[in-house]
């Protein structure tokens, strides 16, 4: 009977983990692509994706859930690579003058968000999907309007023919795969970008050690219990305001390593969905809204775009159609982050009426007494 | 309520630690705008207007470790670099004689014309700022069927006009 309830406790809390790898595995097979094809694209998409995956983990640490508001660090790191691509400036420097340009932005984004997360306390996921929608606006307004008038661009490769405003799509040419090809180790049919792979090293370094710090200590302690926390002195809305930044300036490098990887960004709408993948990812990976590590930052990456890459192919395959696995890879996405959301509310109040039976049960056996 | 009030101490060395930032962050930005400035340099093998030089016929040309191009006389070629010093590599086919020449561009500049013969004479200026006769822009996504959306004042859709579409004149005044 224990192991019965131990197995399907097991099952629960790693429903989403096993029904999307189910899903994946069944795939594989009708899709018909090679086993190294495969392991190159996951290695490749490692690379490109888990640096923004792992921007989610502080805010999760801190208790604001999945931080929908990331998106306004991936185009604070879009407008520091449309200015790189203004000055020509190429190649790893390029990158990193993006990343500088993008940092104080991402630091004033992730401000206003936090401040705006504070007043949303328990809403936050909401809060920052909308806020996202509301800073797009803002952001439209400026790379659209006074990029090229009011702020000075000058290369006429990005800008539109009428003197002002950015064009749809930028050729990210001269800071293409820099990162990835600084390091590039080849091996047989597989090519790992060490670079790319050690700054992303770095930040799992850097989480491990933040955790340890007195912020990060605060944050886990913000987390748990914001009443508990302010008791105990911590400021809890400070603490919740510098998750909400740090996640949003690594969003913002985040976005500049995914782009390199890419070689062009669509500058109006590139950044819309950066956020709604990464959720996606960290919770394939089996995260919840309350806990995340970092192994299932890479667990989710690897089963998230191992769907991707098999998906479109298996329902050519299938059903003579692309475009079903399209479709196929759209409501996975989607459905994933509802399925977690559903298990999460539905084991927060089991977990809610199972602490409330125990209390019952405490307060029945002290009459008893 | 003392308690709330920063340390003059310690207000100054918050001070002093924020300069510094900012100072590592300027720094840092210029350290990269320095390094990975991109230029195109246009490599001229032609004979200098001024007469001072003739072109070479048939040279290897490569900038630092670029694949080397293959030119001949009139012929121009181009490679786009990082940063401001480059080395050029110079090899005559006929005779097999090596050249190598250190130059440095200017950061300011993004098209500069290298001129190959001026460079293996020892003659200055061997870089010039190269100014194209007219910068055409690539055509935008969609152009011509309606970017008056993106482009105020661009060509809105052409609309056919349909029986009916006429304005309907004002009813005469009763």
Redesign the interface.
């Known amino acids: 009977m224990s192991a019965k309830r131990s197995v399907g406790r097991f099952f629960m809390e790693n429903a989403v983990v096993i029904i999307f790898l189910l899903i994946t595995v069944l795939a594989i097979k009708p899709s018909n692509l090679s086993l190294p094809y495969i392991i190159q694209e996951m290695l490749t998409r490692l690379g490109r994706n888990s640096f923004l995956v792992l921007a989610l983990l502080l805010p999760i640490y801190a208790g604001m859930g999945l931080n929908f508001g990331m998106t306004l660090g991936a185009m604070a790191g879009q407008i520091g690579l449309i200015f790189a691509i203004n000055w020509n400036i190429m190649g790893v420097p390029g990158l990193v003058f993006a990343a500088l340009i993008g940092t104080p932005i991402s630091v004033f984004m992730g401000w206003i968000c936090g401040v705006v997360l504070n007043k949303a306390k328990g809403r936050e996921m909401v809060t920052g999907y909308i806020l996202a929608y509301f800073i797009n606006g803002i952001y439209q307004f400026v790379v659209l309007y006074l990029m090229g008038s009011l702020i000075p661009i000058r290369s006429p490769a990005i800008l539109l023919s009428r003197g002002y405003g950015i064009r749809n799509t930028l050729n990210l040419e001269g800071v293409r795969q820099s990162l990835d090809n600084l390091l590039m180790l080849r091996g047989g049919p597989f090519s790992l970008p060490m670079a790319t792979y050690l700054v992303i090293g770095v930040l799992c370094l850097f989480v491990i050690w933040f955790k340890k710090t007195k912020l990060g200590q605060d944050m886990r302690a913000v987390g748990h219990n914001m009443a508990v926390a302010d008791m105990a002195g911590i400021p809890v809305d400070r603490t919740r305001i510098i998750a909400i930044i740090i996640s949003t300036v690594l969003a913002c490098y985040g976005q500049i390593i995914f782009l390199q990887n890419m070689g062009n960004v669509a500058t109006y709408n590139a950044h819309d969905q950066t956020s709604f993948f990464a959720v996606a990812a960290i919770l394939v990976g089996g995260a919840s809204v309350k806990k995340a590590t970092i192994p299932n930052v890479f667990i989710g990456v690897v089963l998230l775009h191992l769907l991707f890459v098999v998906s479109p192919r298996a329902g050519q395959n299938l059903f003579d159609s692309a475009m079903i696995g399209e479709f196929f890879r759209q409501f996975i996405g989607y459905g994933v982050i509802a399925l977690s959301l559903v298990l999460y509310a539905w084991r927060s109040r089991k977990e809610a009426l199972r602490a409330r039976e125990g209390l019952r049960g405490l307060a029945e056996g002290g009459k008893a007494t | 309520m003392s308690g709330t009030a920063t340390d003059p101490r310690t207000f100054a060395r918050r001070m002093i630690v924020r300069g510094a930032l900012l100072a590592a ?1 300027v720094g ?2 210029a ?3 320095v ?5 195109t340099l246009l490599i001229d093998n032609k004979d200098a207007e001024d007469g001072s030089v003739q072109a070479i016929d048939g040279v290897m040309v490569s900038v630092d470790r670029q694949e080397a191009l293959e030119l001949y006389r009139g012929d121009r070629d181009k490679a ?1 670099v ?1 940063g401001q010093a480059h080395t050029i590599s110079i090899e005559v086919i006929a005779d097999g004689t090596k050249i190598r020449k250190r130059i440095r561009l200017p950061i300011g500049r ?1 098209m500069l014309l290298l001129s190959v013969p001026k460079l293996a004479a020892g003659l200055e200026p061997s870089v010039v700022p190269f100014v194209p006769a007219q ?1 055409a ?2 055509p ?2 969609g ?1 011509g069927e309606s970017n008056a959306f ?5 060509t809105p859709q052409t609309m056919m006009a349909l029986p009916g579409d006429e304005p309907i004149p004002d009813a005469p005044p009763d």
Do not use: D
């Open positions: 962050f840092l930005a350290l990269a705008f390094a990975g400035k991109g230029h786009v990082k993004e910068a822009a690539p935008e996504e152009a993106t482009s105020p004042g661009g």
